[in-house]
């Protein structure tokens, strides 16, 4: 069968790939399909062809796979939240082990790493703590409102179109978030579309209204709601921060972050307290952080103490290690290693971040944790004890090689990597493992119904 771009043609889906994509090979010739399960037989229109692959839309399942099925929310089949809910959740565990050990073998060249089972996230709805929703002048209309010439394009507020910059879904429920999320959302939808005041347009970039960003602390069942607006209306803003507060008494947390930024990033350039604090407080283990409108924390909370359990179970500590932290965001890392360690470094090139991380310490009174500030590169040369331990958890474009030189050059006894990309695990495991050993990696789902995966990998001194 010969591959075509713009054409159609009937597959049968083989596998998933790493990506989520179902996997078809007609005579032999990849092509990669979203929204697809293996065993399903689909009618697909090449989108874009490579000389040894391709790329197809979905136009019609014709045959359904026996693996497939039912996902519980409505919009699963659009939305770019949680695409695999049609994927019993054990087999996504299945796919996702084999995306890391497929990657280790084909990427990193590296035969026999034990790859344990994965530690599955429990629960797998209503997991989330904390979602991001974008207001639209012109919402996504779904295949049922098209049929239905009464519907208007109007304000729509939730989720994107994959693919897409301006396509907004109108989201009634999301099933990965705590469901007062849900009822908040509905609240802030009717008080927009009250207020007169225009949504953000993605294309113009006028309106007003432009992102709800919600958090949710797990241990302590508080919420707060960040109201990202294009300029100050302090008035309308509060107007709505005070309907929220009296209607829902979990909400310890109200502002209003303004940014005229064309980016669709919601981190505003001035932050506003319309109510309550100006954060909440989460638990990890017996550890207090303070979460703000903008700071990073693990969005899967249950997940994150599995992972950080066995971050600590590789790296064990007897409490006479000095430890380094590459990448330690607001310090989580090593406060929750803090008390089995006799030091613990934190490196760290984001300024607030840093600041956070102090903060965290100070409030979980930990004084043998210390958090420097400044790439990598530049702040390793000045640390004043050598690690017997380094934690790696980078960002998903993973380590730069010159901090993998560096790294090897300490020649620690031990690395824990903890990685959010199977891929470029990978690849810098390649490289460290020209003097480690990887004696075993551990996936940890934090985001289920979805291809990502976390996995820490312990590497011992050759």
Same mark, same amino acid.
């Given at each position: 069968m010969s591959i075509n771009k713009?054409?159609?043609y009937e597959l049968e889906i083989i596998d998933i790939a790493y990506g989520g994509k179902g996997l078809a090979?007609?005579?032999?010739?990849?092509?990669?399909?979203?929204?697809? =399960?293996?065993?399903?037989?689909?009618?697909?229109?090449?989108?874009?062809?490579k000389k040894s692959w391709a790329e197809g839309k979905l136009i019609q399942i014709l045959k359904p796979s026996e693996l497939r099925q039912e996902g519980r929310c409505r919009y699963c089949n659009y939305c770019g939240g949680c695409k695999w809910q049609q994927i019993p959740y054990g087999l996504q565990l299945e796919y996702k082990k084999r995306h890391v050990t497929d990657s280790i073998e084909h990427i990193g060249r590296l035969k026999g790493v034990p790859v344990t089972d994965v530690i599955a996230s429990d629960p797998i709805y209503e997991y989330r703590n904390k979602m991001e929703f974008s207001c639209s002048s012109q919402r996504w209309l779904m295949p049922e409102e098209l049929e239905d010439e009464t519907i208007k394009k109007d304000f729509g507020i939730g989720l994107?179109?994959?693919?897409?910059?301006?396509?907004?879904?109108?989201? !009634?429920?999301?099933?990965?978030?705590? +469901?007062?999320?849900? %009822?908040?959302?509905?609240?802030?939808? +009717?008080? *927009?579309?009250?207020?007169? %005041?225009? +949504?953000?347009? &993605?294309?113009?970039?006028?309106?007003?209204?432009?992102?709800?960003?919600?958090?949710?602390? =797990?241990?302590?069942?508080?919420?707060?709601?960040? *109201?990202?607006?294009?300029n100050k209306n302090l008035e309308m803003v509060s107007k709505l921060g005070q309907r929220l507060a009296q209607k829902h008494p979990a909400i310890y947390s109200i502002l209003n972050n303004i940014t005229d930024s064309k980016s669709?990033?919601? +981190?505003? !350039?001035?932050?506003?307290?319309?109510?309550?604090?100006?954060?909440?407080?989460?638990?990890?283990?017996?550890?207090?952080? $303070?979460?703000?409108?903008?700071?990073?924390?693990?969005t899967n909370t249950r997940s994150c103490e599995k992972l950080y359990a066995k971050v600590a179970e590789y790296a064990d500590l007897t409490g006479k290690e000095t430890v380094l932290d590459l990448y330690s965001g607001t310090g989580t890392i090593p406060i929750w290693l803090s008390g089995n360690a006799k030091k613990v470094f934190g490196i760290e090139i984001v300024a607030s971040a840093v600041i956070d991380a102090r903060k965290n310490a100070?409030?979980?009174? *930990?004084?043998?944790?210390?958090?420097?500030?400044?790439?990598?590169?530049? =702040?390793?040369?000045?640390?004043?004890?050598k690690?017997?331990?380094? *934690?790696?958890?980078p960002p998903r474009v993973g380590m730069h090689k010159d901090v993998v030189s560096?790294? &090897?050059? &300490?020649?620690?006894? $031990?690395?824990v990597y903890v990685s959010c990309n199977p891929a470029t695990l990978a690849r810098d495991l390649e490289m460290l493992c020209t003097r480690y050993e990887a004696v075993e990696i551990t996936p940890v789902d934090m985001f289920p119904h979805t291809y990502h995966i976390e996995s820490v990998a312990l590497l011992k001194r050759k």
């Open positions: 713009r054409k159609t090979k007609p005579d032999g010739f990849p092509v990669f399909i979203d929204r697809c =399960v293996p065993g399903d037989t689909v009618f697909v229109k090449i989108t874009k062809k994107h179109v994959p693919g897409t910059f301006d396509k907004v879904i109108d989201i !009634k429920q999301c099933e990965i978030m705590p +469901a007062l999320g849900n %009822l908040i959302l509905e609240d802030v939808r +009717a008080f *927009i579309k009250e207020s007169g %005041l225009p +949504a953000y347009n &993605l294309k113009t970039h006028e309106g007003f209204w432009r992102f709800l960003m919600l958090r949710h602390s =797990v241990a302590l069942d508080h919420w707060m709601v960040n *109201i990202v607006t294009r669709g990033v919601s +981190a505003g !350039k001035e932050e506003v307290l319309i109510h309550g604090q100006d954060h909440i407080t989460e638990k990890l283990g017996g550890f207090v952080f $303070k979460i703000s409108a903008n700071s990073f924390f693990q100070q409030l979980n009174k *930990i004084e043998n944790c210390e958090f420097l500030e400044g790439d990598i590169k530049n =702040v390793l040369p000045t640390l004043s004890q690690p017997d331990v380094v *934690i790696i958890d560096q790294v &090897l050059a &300490l020649c620690p006894e $031990k690395i």
